[in-house]
């Protein structure tokens, strides 16, 4: 059933006006948010996009309020393994923590029109040509397989994408950070800052994930007001999310696991509905083949059902534990590292006292684990310089 224009509509002046919030409220004054305001304006992002779902559950029905929320809770997920990514990014660019709030919601902001565009595109594929549900049930099966290799998330060295490369090369660049502007003087010369140069990162990450994100909500429902929408309020409080599970991301050390399951098992209906609808006419001489289509109750408690198992044994993995002390003792050493000359000495003390206990903790654990710790001299160059740094 065709969605009525006004609701689109509504729809879309209730996103405009959560974005403008974020841009004109959180973000024009440069600062990192604590922990509490994460969660409480992370807590507010996910109560929208539930309140919204239970709306579409009362006005559109059961199986539309199930679709909305399995494409939702699926589109979370693979936006909380995208932070990954953009801790990367943060990391190899040097972000300062207070303007990392801007770069995220240009990212939001970008990630949402580019994936509008993918969702016209794919829809007007979907309803030409029904064999398409064969191609997005293969890139997703694709997609989990290479989940399944083995992820190296924490490494802070990689090489910017190619958007980044191609604009250091044709347009001049300043190495140095000027606050939150994108263009500054350098050498003399007006010059784009790392500013504008990591929201390209972002931006042309956003795209890659798009390839992914994209069939896997098409695969749980062909509704485009509710891919749209469980699209949309996935990626709203993502900023938010960024700096209240950073620190807990390095313990879901089984995401990649948990979130090839659910693209596998997504790619999986997605063929089963293709041959449901067959027209191909190598297969069956071009007749739907008889098959058991997946429903959309079982799939939200599939879905819900693997990741909650994912984030379970991920909390009480001892790998995982390791993985957060590893991580919470290079946040600390960063943290120290960035201290200009006329820091206080009382927060010297304090970041000093955090890092000696974290780099206790790392001692602590066991070798095998100590052997997952990537670029390990880097990290105890950079202990070491803090150490020397509080000396004196």
């Known amino acids: 059933m065709p969605t009525a224009p006004l609701v689109w509509e509504a729809t879309i002046a209730l996103i405009v006006a959560l974005l403008a919030f974020d841009y004109f409220f959180h973000v024009r004054k440069a600062h990192a948010p604590s922990l509490r305001e994460a969660a409480v304006w992370s807590a507010l992002y996910v109560g929208i996009a539930l309140l919204f779902g239970a709306g579409v559950w009362y006005w559109g029905g059961a199986t ?30 040097k972000v300062p923590r207070e303007d990392q709030q801007k770069v995220l919601l240009f990212g939001i902001t970008f990630a949402l029109i580019a994936r509008t565009v993918f969702i016209l595109l794919g829809a007007a594929l979907i309803e030409r040509f029904s064999w398409v549900f064969y191609l997005f049930g293969l890139a997703l099966l694709l997609t989990a397989g290479n989940l399944l290799k083995p992820q190296h998330h924490g490494e802070e060295d990689e090489k910017p994408n190619i958007v980044v490369r191609v604009v250091r090369k044709v347009f001049h660049s300043s190495p140095h950070y000027d606050g939150d502007k994108l263009f500054t003087t350098w050498q003399g010369k007006r010059a784009l800052t790392p500013m504008l140069l990591v929201m390209l990162a972002i931006g042309g990450t956003d795209i890659l994930f798009a390839f992914d994100s994209i069939p896997a909500i098409f695969g749980l429902t062909q509704n485009i007001y509710i891919v749209f929408t469980a699209t949309a309020f996935s990626l709203l409080g993502l900023r938010q999310l960024y700096f209240l599970v950073g620190g807990l991301l390095e313990r879901l050390v089984y995401l990649s696991l948990g979130l090839a399951a659910v693209l596998g098992f997504i790619g999986v209906k997605l063929v089963v509905h293709a041959l449901h609808e067959n027209n191909l006419p190598f297969i069956n ?43 919470r003792l290079r946040r600390y050493v960063g943290d120290y590292l960035a201290l200009g000359d006329d820091a206080p000495a009382a927060e010297r003390a304090r970041l000093h006292a955090e890092v000696v206990a974290a780099e206790a ?18 990290l105890h160059h950079d202990v070491a310089r803090v150490h020397a740094a509080h000396r004196g």
């Not at 083949?289 to 993995?317: N, Q, W």
């Not at 903790?361 to 880097?378: N, S, W």
Request: proline share 4%; no cysteine; net charge positive.
């Open 64 to 93: 539309m309020g199930a679709e909305y929320f399995s494409g939702y809770v699926t589109e979370k997920a693979l936006s909380v393994d995208n932070i990954f990514v953009f801790l990367v990014i943060m990391a190899s660019f």
């Open 361 to 378: 903790r790392v001692h602590a654990l066991e070798p095998r684990f100590k052997a997952m710790i990537t670029h390990p001299k880097k």
């Open 285 to 327: 001489d071009g007749d739907p083949v008889k098959v058991i289509e997946i429903s959309t109750g079982l799939s939200l408690v599939v879905i819900v059902g693997l990741l909650l198992l994912t984030v379970l044994v991920s909390l009480v993995s001892p790998k995982g534990k390791a993985k957060a002390a590893v991580t």
